[in-house]
Nanobody, 124 residues
Framework: QVQLVESGGGLVQAGGSLRLSCAASGRTFSSYAMGWFRQAPVAEREFVAAISRTGLSTNYADSVKGRFTISRDNAKNTVYLQMNSLKPEDTAVYYC?????????????????WGQGTQVTVSS
């Protein structure tokens, strides 16, 4: 079992920055990949970024490349999503997820455990 708790969401103006955190507990954190997804109202859940268990491999959605950075601190059992140059279209609930098979993929069904989400709102 893996428990995930997101934090760091909030309201920010367009062009601003936020850093999301996701604290994990349960299984050894360094044994699985992590991902971030987001879901806007009346929309499908969308892949944002993923990182391998070691942190050496990452994967990003085209819509966030160059603006968002995923990272992890295995000593703190935490994965981060640094979001810069935020746009109103980034407004969504952001979820972290754990992939026990370490695939670093973009398909939500690849992920085994999910957090409850944190709201990010970007005003224009």
């Amino acid at each position: 079992q893996v428990q995930l708790v997101e934090s760091g969401g909030g309201l920010v103006q367009a062009g601003g920055s936020l850093r999301l955190s996701c604290a994990a507990s349960g299984r050894t954190f360094s044994s699985y990949a992590m991902g971030w997804f987001r879901q806007a109202p009346v929309a499908e859940r969308e892949f944002v970024a993923a990182i391998s268990r070691t942190g050496l491999s990452t994967n990003y959605a085209d819509s966030v490349k160059g603006r968002f950075t995923i990272s992890r601190d295995n000593a703190k059992n935490t994965v981060y999503l640094q979001m810069n140059s935020l746009k109103p279209e980034d407004t969504a609930v952001y979820y972290c997820a754990a992939d026990l098979s370490n695939r670093v993929g973009s398909w939500h069904a690849s992920y085994d455990y999910w957090g409850q989400g944190t709201q990010v709102t970007v005003s224009s």
